[in-house]
């Protein structure tokens, strides 16, 4: 007799019960950092490579690890990924030195990695297709509570016994999560099926993109030196090449290249990344503004988010829904989603001084921010996801992921490689604790001295501002040139009641059709 599925809210809740897991990891961690380098009497520039080193891991990997749970099935690969991320947890919940630490929170990013891809698939898998979109708002609006809960989370625990339960919390956290991936997530690999793991395509796909992230990461510290450009620059492009020179010749790619004809997928991924660099890149120049220019406390800081991830939250499975429906409208709601947060950029721009307040200088971008996000990110998600056959899924996701990534490594260079110009331009250099406090968005001295120092560090973030609203608009015009293109050859941004382009044969071969 079969067994009947399980329900597919059960599925969706025991998906999203990771997700979030994931998402409050991602950023409890921030709120500990002082903590952990006080208590390893270690500087915050190597105690941030807990950050760096798990963050480099779910940049390198979902999009390999992805196409394997399609070919493994998601359920499998997801719990191995589980299992990995709890054990690295209680680890680094363990660890005795710093060095250790920073290794098993890489080994923790790969276990997230590997998870990340898989909780998008599970879920779309779950759910017929004209249900799509209400199952990506709720993933979504999952992932905006996690961005809530995590800072407030990592508060509370640090401000308890120690550091070290920020890590602790996840062991009952990863074994609940198990036990409800086991019972109701169905797994839905096709029997018979066995196809062979691309495993040469896979080491040169993750070394180059670890190579390309590696780099933007020096470049956001020390700029776009001849070492940071000629080390990785040109070690990321030989594997990058090799990998595609790879991908054409052996019989089951990793990543069959027809995918990047897919005009719908490639148009989503760029979407992505740029989205990313504009927002997620500026978040840490957002965060030390608030903190160390205004003197905002870290709960205040976090709380002066709070109106666009708490908009995130509500509206985000809404905007699921209208990206169902919006159908060949598709890719205009992405286009004004990006328009707008370009403008809450614009408005930093134009309504930021010297005697701006949180009410009248920050907080009506925020709000943008909070309506922009989950239009964004629904449409660009369903684009992407729609863009390719079930059993594509996860090798869709971990390409969303990886666009995402990169795309926020990307930002955080350029911006903080602009921000630095801007300073060290306005600040002479002679004045070198100025200079010093004014990369860190510190204020320093008194009178006149101190007046354009604080001049000088919110001309640079409405400097910032100015590049992020540039990255939004020409986001916003890359997509509506891709659209014009796209309807000229009748290609329609793939809907409930359309087949995507891209087939699958049976031996596992992407088809362009």
Not at 81 to 89: D, M, P, V
Not at 344 to 368: C, E, H, I, K, R
Request: charged letters at 10%; proline letters at 5%; aromatic letters at 10%.
């Amino acid at each position: 007799m079969k067994q009947r599925p399980p329900s597919k809210w059960l599925t969706l809740f025991a998906a999203c019960f990771g997700l979030l897991m994931l998402y409050i990891d991602l950023f409890i961690v921030n709120v500990a950092l002082p903590t952990i380098g006080q208590d390893f009497h270690t500087p915050l520039s190597t105690v941030s490579w807990t950050i760096s080193g798990y963050v480099l891991m779910i940049g390198v990997l979902p999009m390999g690890i992805g196409r394997i749970g399609d070919l493994w099935g998601q359920k499998a690969v997801y719990l191995a990924g589980l299992a990995i991320f709890s054990g690295a947890s209680l680890a680094c919940g363990l660890a005795s030195t710093i060095g250790a630490l920073i290794a098993f929170r890489v080994i923790q990013g790969i276990g997230a990695a590997i998870m990340t891809p898989g909780t998008l698939s599970i879920i779309i898998r779950a759910f017929p297709p004209h249900e799509h979109g209400l199952a990506i708002g709720i993933y979504g609006g999952i992932s905006g509570l996690g961005l809530i809960a995590g800072p407030v989370l990592g508060g509370l625990l640090v401000q308890g016994e120690s550091w070290r339960w920020i890590f602790f919390v996840n062991i009952p956290l990863g074994i609940l999560a198990l036990m409800l991936t086991v019972l109701f997530v169905p797994e839905e690999r096709e029997v018979g099926e066995r196809i062979p793991v691309d495993w040469l395509g896979l080491l040169l796909l993750s070394s180059g993109l670890l190579f390309l992230l590696f780099g933007l990461t020096q470049a956001a510290d020390e700029g776009w030196t001849i070492r940071v450009v000629i080390g990785s620059g040109l070690l990321e492009v030989v594997l990058l090449v090799l990998f595609v020179v790879t991908e054409r010749r052996v019989r089951w790619p990793l990543i069959d290249l027809a995918l990047f004809r897919n005009v719908p997928f490639v148009m989503g991924c760029l979407s992505f990344f740029f989205f990313s660099a504009a927002l997620f890149g500026s978040q840490p120049y957002w965060s030390l503004f608030l903190q160390n220019t205004w003197r905002f406390s870290p709960l205040q800081g976090g709380l002066a988010f709070l109106p666009a991830t708490g908009l995130i939250v509500v509206l985000t499975p809404l905007a699921g829904i209208l990206a169902q429906r919006a159908k060949a409208w598709l890719d205009v709601f992405l286009i004004l989603a990006l328009l707008l947060n370009g403008l809450s950029f614009l408005f930093v721009m134009v309504a930021l001084s010297l005697q701006s307040t949180y009410v009248n200088g920050l907080l009506p971008a925020f709000l943008m921010r909070g309506l922009a996000i989950p239009v964004f990110s629904s449409c660009a998600t369903l684009t992407v996801m729609s863009a390719v056959p079930k059993k594509l899924s996860g090798l869709a996701s971990g390409t969303i992921g990886m666009a995402r990534n990169i795309g926020t490594a990307f930002g955080v260079a350029v911006l903080s490689q602009v921000y630095l110009f801007h300073v060290n331009a306005t600040i002479p250099a002679s004045l070198v604790a100025s200079r010093t406090a004014a990369a860190q968005f510190r204020v320093l001295g008194q009178g006149a001295s101190r007046l354009v120092l604080e001049s000088s560090i919110v001309q640079g973030f409405k400097l910032i501002a100015l590049v992020c609203l540039l990255l939004c608009c020409g986001a916003a015009i890359l997509v509506f040139l891709v659209r014009a293109q796209a309807r000229k050859k009748g290609i329609t941004t793939p809907t409930q009641e359309q087949e995507p382009r891209l087939s699958v044969s049976s031996e596992g071969e992407i088809i362009w059709d």
